[in-house]
């Protein structure tokens, strides 16, 4: 076997793009199911859908085309007509998505870090489940900071303690995000600071005049970005959902404005 060319016949495990080429097998699959009853990530199928009618239609749907493609799933490792999943670290449900119970309890019996590696870990597992948390960019901001300029050693404070369980505590009380529905009005809530930004966007549901979130955002503000006006600040904040936005029937804004009283003898100063 030294001449020739050779190539495998299946993917094999190990290679660093395996996981790329197989998702990309799996959308060519399902290309025109994915967000319309079916979700795809690697080996992790999950279909969803409004009746108990169309659901079976979906699943027998989904098994045919993994049939069909010589890709096959392990029994035990299926859940049909359940009403509540756990998908990639989610409980999915009718009514929202929502932390892992598993995925909270390891929250609060994580240890404080003591070295760079460990700190990186923790905010990498925060990071993942930031959608959870309203303030998330603020309360991780003095642990984020730890790793500025690349530490070699962790400097772990009072106030490093304080964020670390003020952040494990927004995870342990973190709310039911709820399905979105295009039916209903949107409401959009952005604000900025002068180190960050963030949103909230939010539906009634059920019970009237009651607000219940979608999605949390927050991130901070770039270099550049911190120079920006109050103004500017605020309208990048509402960035986060601008395309989706333009499809709502309807959508409020509601955020927090300067508002500047303009006099008219103001006014002939300012004009000259």
């Not at 749907?61 to 890709?71: A, F, K, P, W, Y």
């Not at 390891?106 to 597992?125: I, M, Y």
């Not at 009634?204 to 927050?218: I, M, N, Q, V």
Request: net charge positive; proline share 4%; glycine share 6%.
């Amino acid at each position: 076997m030294t001449r020739g060319h050779y190539e495998y016949c299946v993917m094999p495990f190990g290679l660093t793009n395996a996981p790329a080429v197989f998702q990309a097998l799996i959308n060519e699959v399902f290309w025109d199911l994915l967000g319309k009853g079916a979700i795809a990530y690697i080996d992790n199928i999950l279909v969803y859908s409004t009746s108990m009618e169309e659901h079976v239609r979906q699943v027998r749907e989904v098994l045919t085309r993994l049939q069909r493609h010589h890709l096959y799933v392990k029994l035990e490792k299926c859940e049909f007509h359940r009403s509540t999943v756990t998908f990639l670290g989610y409980v999915i449900s009718h009514q929202g998505v929502e932390m892992d119970v598993v995925t909270v309890r390891a929250v609060t019996e994580w240890p404080a870090p003591t070295t760079v590696r460990e700190l990186q870990h923790f905010l990498g597992f925060a990071k993942f489940y930031r959608r959870f948390n309203r303030n998330y960019s603020a309360v991780a901001g003095p642990l984020t900071s730890l790793l500025r300029g690349k530490p070699k050693k962790l400097t772990w404070t009072d106030q490093a303690q304080t964020a670390f369980q003020q952040l494990k505590g927004c995870f342990t009380m973190a709310p039911i995000l709820r399905h979105p529905n295009p039916d209903l009005p949107f409401v959009v809530e952005a604000d900025a600071s002068s180190s960050g930004l963030g949103a909230v966007l939010s539906q009634r549901h059920g019970e009237p005049g009651k607000l219940h979130p979608c999605a949390f955002y927050s991130r901070k503000l770039t270099v550049v970005e911190i120079n920006y006006d109050v103004g500017n600040r605020e309208l990048l904040s509402r960035q986060r959902w601008r395309s989706g936005a333009t499809g709502w029937r309807e959508c409020v804004i509601r955020s927090r404005f300067s508002l500047t009283t303009v006099t008219w003898s103001t006014f002939g100063a300012l004009s000259g």
